[in-house]
């Protein structure tokens, strides 16, 4: 029993898999393509919100060394994903990792984890989205229809038909090709990236240097059990996180990581990628640089424009330029945000349907929807039903308090990667690495310390919930998956391995 629980897929006929006609996705993708993405998708509201949060409430001026801090976390694990997705260039990113290293059961249980992850991702920033438009169109004098607006702590009844349309035409153009979805992802990342850097150059010139003393502001512990922002470092530990101090730091690295979140998405891209072995290392590292330096200059700004004790929480870069008498940045920025999530959107449900579409073809989830569009090469069928269900999901549920399992689940995945390069290190130490994470097993474990670091961070209930999901899963893959599974059929001789160009 336990051995078929912990089979593994071996990378060569991962590799072959993908080359059966009706299950090969078409290659299109460049390093520029994958680094556009990674920025398309980490930089969203976080950079427009979070920042004021932090610095007022955890760290003041010192927030942007906890955008460093988080950035060098998120670097430990973008490592360990670059040796991965240039070793083993396969759609399902985590997943597929987890299947060459870790075994079956741990790689459904990580792509249960995934599916999770995207589908809420892309229904949270759908209806983040939602409300940035409306605010934009209410600017102009228009107003939503009641009923149809944002859904976001409603009590009535009513659809979010704004994020549900967002979705829905997005899905289409996923459906259309990669190559589309790059040039339009390359097309909105060129002006949020523009709004971002407007707002930087045109607040150093509103610094005021006495909004930096002090730039540690002085420790204020916060009483045990006063908060339920990180219930398990208090059970486990006694202590509730300090605000400010250099201990706040590390508490505002553990919010502001979760601005980060989403560099992961471009490693699903690995089996649509020219080169996966050149170009997955450096779209992953590319783009977790390029956004870690973005971030950290836009808190550098909005702490030297307005006092850390005086930003706002909702709006911080808009109501710091209203501050000093620039109200017209405020609608400039929403319009950065809502552009911006439009693309954080996309990649998300790129991600998720990549994903699905590697655990069908490995037979863990129904293989109808294994098979690509004979024109277009896309998984359009998995596709096409995961956008409807996150498009119904976006527009009747309000999510605020589901989005902590994105983040959640976004941990969970750098653990078990960072797992699985020792564990394959050790296994298959013959495999070709074009990129290798420097330092194995330091790096990897360094990983692990600070994804479960963070994950502690996270509230009660959402470790409740991550939970409920994940015996579902278990209860999902013992009644179906272990008994579909193509590696399990081919043991027994009912299915004949993948060679070269197909399938025997």
């Known amino acids: 029993m336990s051995s078929t629980l912990f089979r593994t897929k071996k990378v060569e006929q991962s590799i072959l898999d993908t080359e059966e006609p009706e299950h090969a996705l078409k290659k299109s993708l460049s390093a520029l393509d994958l680094t556009v993405f990674g920025v398309g998708v980490i930089i969203g509201t976080g950079i427009f919100v979070l920042t004021g949060t932090v610095a007022k409430d955890n760290a003041g001026p010192a927030t942007a060394l906890a955008f460093v801090a988080a950035g060098i976390a998120c670097a430990l694990a973008a490592l360990c994903y670059a040796e991965f997705a240039s070793t083993v260039p396969v759609a399902g990113s985590a997943y597929t990792f987890s299947y060459a290293s870790l075994g079956e059961l741990p790689a459904w249980i990580i792509g249960w984890d995934l599916v999770l992850e995207f589908a809420l991702g892309t229904a949270v920033v759908a209806v983040g989205w939602s409300g940035y438009i409306q605010s934009l169109m209410e600017n102009a004098g228009w107003t939503m229809p009641a009923g149809l607006g944002s859904r976001e702590g409603a009590d009535a009844f009513g659809f979010d038909i704004l994020a549900a349309a967002l979705v829905l035409v997005l899905t289409g153009i996923l459906v259309l090709g990669m190559k589309l979805s790059a040039r339009i992802t390359s097309l909105v990342v060129a002006i949020k990236v523009t709004v971002v850097l407007v707002v930087i150059i045109a607040g150093a010139f509103l610094i005021k240097g006495d909004n930096y003393d002090p730039f540690i502001p002085k420790e204020q512990p916060v009483e045990a059990g006063a908060s339920l922002d990180s219930p398990l470092i208090q059970l486990m530990f006694g202590w509730a996180p300090s605000n400010f101090g250099v201990m706040g730091i590390f508490t505002a690295a553990s919010v502001v990581f979760f601005a980060f979140i989403g560099f992961d998405v471009v490693a699903t891209a690995a089996e649509e990628t020219k080169n996966p072995q050149r170009d997955m290392p450096r779209g992953i590292l ?34 710091a330029f209203k501050a000093t008498g620039h109200p017209w940045f405020a609608g400039f920025i929403s319009f950065g ?54 498009a119904i999901l976006a527009g009747f549920t309000p999510l605020t ?44 474990i360094l990983s692990v310390c600070a994804s479960l670091w963070l994950m502690i961070n996270l509230p ?31 043991e027994a001789g009912e299915e004949q391995p993948s060679v070269g160009g197909g399938t025997p």
């Open 286 to 319: 590319g783009s977790l640089l390029i956004c870690t330096t973005l971030y950290v200059l836009v808190s550098i700004v909005v702490t030297g424009m307005q006092h850390y004790s005086e930003l706002s929480v909702d709006a911080p870069l808009a109501d």
């Open 337 to 390: 945000a809502a552009v911006g999530l439009t693309t954080v959107c996309m990649i998300l449900l790129l991600g998720q349907t990549r994903v699905f579409f590697a655990m069908s073809r490995d037979g863990l989830l129904p293989r109808f929807f294994s098979h690509v569009h004979p024109r277009f090469k896309t998984p359009h069928r998995p596709t096409i039903l995961l956008g409807v269900i996150i």
């Open 401 to 444: 308090e589901l989005a902590a399992l994105v983040n959640i689940g976004t941990l969970f995945a750098f653990v078990v990667v960072a797992i699985g390069v020792i564990i394959l290190r050790k296994s298959r130490p013959d495999l070709p690495r074009s990129f290798r994470t420097p330092w194995v097993p330091v790096i990897p």
């Open 460 to 490: 009660a209930e959402t470790w409740v919930r991550f939970a409920i999901w994940m015996a579902a899963g278990f209860l999902v893959y013992f009644l179906y998956g272990r008994t579909h599974s193509r590696l399990a059929r081919r």
